[in-house]
């Protein structure tokens, strides 16, 4: 949001940081769907974690930080907004925040009629229960393939008598026919458990993890070579826990696991996902009532930007 | 910024106060003044401060915590919103940031244009150097009255070779003929000096100032009835300097000054000036780099909320 | 917890403040709650808060700013360790934690016990929704009065569908039957508010609300008197909200509201009570991840050890 | 230390407050005792707390946050610099500082030297423990009196075997025949005890102490008017531990106390001792580990800024 | 902690992690050694730093953050509980803390008890003092060999007169019989040092130390093989001063070195460590003051938990 | 600063670290260039930022964390301070901070003061803006080579209007013929632009441009290789950009960017200079109100020491 027309050469992008109403990377807030091709969109909902709260208050806060984003990658070169239309679509209403069962619905109502417009979604939530519904709204026709960067499989069946708790959202889309375990990868998993039960889960159904020793070892460019395999080229949804980075890179979230990620290689593992087929992403448990010096929300800010040139590239590659 | 038109009750004042993009109190951006009666307009610039920087992010955390803001005040039951169209008018692009003449004017050529539009401004700084553009362009008819409320008198002349100094803004109006010092009152004065050249010029010029030590004493209610007496009925500006209050409770600030108001006082003066012709106010100094758990931005988010009831009550009283 | 049997005269109150595994105050923990006269007991829970959560971790943290707790009270020279045996009950189990009326009955089913078991609860929160089960199984051999300290009435009905949020217990406590509105008094009560129903409920059911304005003007003493006289000589119950105290002074709250009571106001309002026939106490809303040198734990802790004293002197007076 | 000469019309207090090396109160620095009237003296110890450490790095933030402090006092205006001549004298040297009871005679060994050159010391600590020794050097010829501001009487006997510890010094300076006890008052104590030696040791010894609560109820102008009549006009000291305010005012502390003086009151505490005979002064118990935004360590330059105001104010009416 | 049973299956590990009273990893308390296989004990005990002080808070921090560890090892499928009995000793009391011979002899004793009992220790500090009487209780029978993963040699001889210095432990042990330098390594050494005596004490004792350097050169892999010849088949120590980890990892110590271990690296590290004889470890240094939304507990807590893996497969693979 | 003379060996390197006034390293302040070899200077300036501010308060924290450095190196065993004179020369004097061509001006002129008197000057920032008259005093005679390690070029023209933003400083210096780009070598830089231009202008006019990801693939050992050959023999200067450092490690900046170096790394490439004609080198925009436990600060001090050891060898081996 901003009044700068005539200001700096009319481009808000080129305003000071620290200016400004802050939209997602400064991008025009879009009433309507049907006005961008690539929608930003914030879920602050985190009433199904299991441990500290607060990722309700994330996409907030990585709109703030975005606003530190730019244009055109140093890497690729590529510009996303030379390529697509980009909007910020705002918060998904949740007017029914106390029943998690009515919020799973809400949320896939308002994906639907995202998808309807034909619009590819970038999501900033929130815990990662909110990618279930997600999931449910794009993975209607096929179910979708999935690379899902995270400490955790997220695989677990109950927890305190819900089934909707932030543990348990690819359990729920493959019973749910959205997601494809088989082409599944799940990236940077570590941490002690008390059952082996997500574990076995994921491993039953088929699902690629990919312990975070196993990355250590086996780097980046085989990791990515197997996920291009697994996923191969039907469409695929790609889901970023910023829990996957080792704390001090990203201390600001619920459920903290030492030993994790490196920005460098979480940045090498998204950027490896171009030319698969993305019809989506999202950034998850960012929980700035941890964070200090808003590190974890710029780094939530910085994989959403990189999430976004891939999804711009994969679909104007499409459009072309 | 929202889209929860339908949810909520279609009032976006009913939603979670975490949702949404952050305007100021939540109400509507608007691109064209002519469409609110009363302006919240950020200033979010701080290259005038003699001392710790940061107050350029003040309008961005001000915004943030103001959607904890409210409608109905509790003590005089006011609905500012019932009585004017409140808007958010985004903050002023400052393409000249380098050049501190050139901020001057292109703060005031913006405030000339929201006069124009014969809006009240409600302002979010930024540093206290502010204040002074904002006079020019509300004092051209006539002189203002100013109630000032402050832990400095801000009526240095020159410091480090500029005249444009968080320190000046006061003295600047006055020899702009914008100010008129004997309508002036400034209220919460503490702290040493180096030089008493700022107490001399505002008691030279007949500026009333109330140092801390005598509203301890005689307290708020003399202080106002004093207050109204010089301050008359004729047309009056009101400036609010977050280190007016104890550092306690306002850390976010550059220049904290041991020994200040507390939060009852400064809502009574405030409170207090109900009644008075008042065109304009604003939040000044508010550092969000020095706060924590952003108790200084909701300090400056709330003053403004009891700036906005006494503007709403000012003009619509005018208007009948 | 400790193992300092020997050391330090025996005597675990005398350790080092930061040794040894911190329960409430430094007391046994009990198993059994007929171990005890008055129990300390934590109920982490803040699934019913509207806006930052957070306050699941505040049993935790009280109990570790509790060691900074000691026996003699300065003012009284009452002991409460000499009057009553006290212990930590340790946390309510919560199995149900997403099923808000669910949390309200195992709430209610553990306090239950307690009573049956001739305790005197003493609870740290955890959001206010918590004292709606536990005024439950306190008054229903007949509606108790009640002393409510707090930036807010919570008397709302619904919000967003649910009846059990933390801005509801005192409305759903009296269609319950088991608070008496006549009974009770609310002080403190401050901020602007979206309807006027939570104040227009209170005042039609007899609610005496007094807002921090009047308090501020007439005192303690004077809102003590009267506190005694609504009140009378039968059994009450007595609750605190953290956010009544300025945020200066408890930033780390969930609703924290500018201009609230002071440390000196909110220890005169707790020792005032003292001759009432208090049947229990909470200490609501301390939101760990907002604080900051634990300073709202501390304020927490302070104020339970009055109420402790309170209790143990109204208990040892029926006692004789 | 600067090396502005020629800048800032050689005066360093006129530089910007956050450049150069910080020296107390950006004073020179002085090898030679003999060069000033009133020395400023570091005590960077704290191996006597019984609770949270950290005032070891007392001195160095305080230096730190007194760049702040300006020359003339806004209330009296007097210039403590054109008084008298005052310097930094660093930090007292603590080569033994595992050994209690050498550290103790290293700091009097220090002021003894102080004393000698005719210099009235002000000092910032470090915890209380250090003001033993200070009194063992300055009440060498007569027993001094003492105004005590704090929340603690600081008069136990021993803890854990040590009687050196910041609990104890106002006991072993009565001991040792330096410190006059009827010529004693300790304000603003405050906070329960596990035993009440200390309350007695201090009372019996003839000491006044006035608790919050009186303090509260009757004023500061009060309690001064009788501190006057205590100390009457033989020579005297002051101590202020910042654990007197309340913690929202000086969070970084080693033993909080909820419920204490706001800084208004310590101000006029310290102001109302304009006239006594005092030889001495000092600020103790800023723990900046727990600080935030350096406002403890501000209220602790403030603090000793009013202390060298009343210390130039005796000094030089002796003089006359 | 916790009065559970029944709930959560019984299983206070199946609790929210934020509830119940928090022991090392929520482990049963046990006043009796004998209780248990492995004791988790607390040392809170930071006299001897040499800079930064708060190590003395570790112990209560470790704790709280290590009810977020889990049982099955993620990578070795290993659950310790399964394996061996565990439990939280509590703290070791330290009635004589302000004489620094009496506390290596009380923490000595300690452990003469525990060791007496037939338990395998796993301790908490503290600053690396403490690790000294550790070794003295434990090496007894023979001189033990000893991983330790540091920034520091800690081989110093005196500091300011005292012998038992943060810095000195390992010189110590060597002295007193109990530590074989020749079956020492040392891994992570890094920093500027005022005189090489430490280094060379190391060295001349026949001690392997590496730099951080020639671990980043040769990978954790070969330092392993290198200490498994090292340390043979013989019993040993492993001490894990949280400082060897870079201060972004692990802010929260006294004496921060830049250019330290990674997470991953220093798990490598322990994990490594499988199939030597280990009689006992440790986690020091973790000074919670200077910690962030508490990553430095967690860091601690974590390793605790690597530690406690292998103590467990030590233990139970000699007991086959 | 210190009065330790005869403590502590005489030697104020053995005090504690957090004992007497910091000035940079604990080297003696130098009121006279011509005392040292190498002289330590702070620029106290952040005028010229695009961003967040702060950086101002970079000298002072620096020189306070700092105070944890010592002399001899672990890796060299280098003691810069037996190879060269060191001294603290205090902060430049900004009598004209609002001006920024002046400042300019005054940083130059003071350095050519410096330059005059034979002083090696090792900078502490500051924004980056001040490298460009820092190289226009040291580039004089003939343009330099540059070691540039940084996040960002710094090769943009305008910004705003200005031509001196911390965006610009090396392009001025191509452009006033101090610097020479084709012997500059820039590493580590990384993030998105939102116009190509500065990476244009420094490949265009031959800097060799390394970005983070080359610097991952090929190592510190290669690029040094080629940063040796591109650099030669003939005077070069090294400015190192807290910023190239990942915000992890260094989370008290302007513009930080996620995804930089590591510790190590940097550490590497510094010491990879030895044998280079260095002429200086400077430490810039840390900007304390960012920063957390002082991690940033101490980033900055331990890479100054880095510096200052290979600019005393340089200086050094061509005194020989």
Chains 1, 2, 3, 4, 5, 6 share one sequence.
Not at 140 to 168: C, E, M, R, Y
Not at 173 to 178: D, L, N
Not at 229 to 249: E, H, K, M, N, W
Request: with cysteine; aromatic share 8%.
């Amino acid at each position: 949001m901003n009044n700068t027309t005539g200001a700096f050469g009319g481009d808000p992008m080129l305003a000071p940081r620290y200016m400004n109403i802050p939209t997602f990377m400064r991008t025009p807030f879009a009433d309507d769907p049907s006005d961008v091709d690539i929608g930003l969109i914030g879920v602050p909902y985190d009433n199904a974690v299991t441990n500290r709260p607060g990722a309700r208050h994330g996409p907030r806060e990585v709109r703030n930080a975005s606003t530190m984003m730019r244009t055109i990658h140093h890497v690729t070169r590529v510009n996303p907004y030379s390529l697509c239309r980009v909007g910020d679509l705002g918060d998904v209403p949740l007017p029914h925040l106390f029943d998690d069962q009515a919020v799973v619905d809400d949320i896939e109502n308002f994906y639907r009629k995202v998808a309807a417009a034909g619009v590819t979604p970038l999501t900033i939530g929130g815990d990662h229960s909110i990618t279930y519904p997600i999931l449910k709204a794009l993975g209607t026709k096929q179910p979708l393939g999935l690379v899902h960067i995270d400490a955790h499989t997220d695989t677990w069946d109950q927890f305190l008598n819900t089934k909707f708790s932030h543990g348990a959202p690819f359990r729920r889309a493959v019973e749910a026919g959205v997601l494809d375990p088989k082409r599944t990868i799940q990236i940077g998993i570590r941490g002690a458990q008390n059952a082996d039960e997500g574990w076995h889960y994921a491993q039953e159904m088929g699902m690629r993890v990919v312990f975070i020793e196993e990355l250590t070892e086996r780097g980046c460019a085989e990791i990515l070579e197997e996920t291009r395999q697994i996923i191969g080229d039907r469409p695929a949804y790609v889901t970023f826990d910023i829990d996957s980075l080792d704390p001090a890179f990203a201390p600001g979230t619920g459920t903290p696991e030492f030993g994790g990620l490196t920005p460098i290689q979480a940045q090498a593992l998204v950027r490896g996902l171009d030319g698969l087929d993305l019809v989506g992403g999202d950034v998850v448990e960012v929980s700035p009532p941890f964070d200090h010096a808003n590190i974890t929300a710029l780094a939530g800010a910085t994989m959403a930007y990189e999430l976004l040139c891939i999804l711009a590239s994969a679909r104007s590659s499409k459009a072309e």
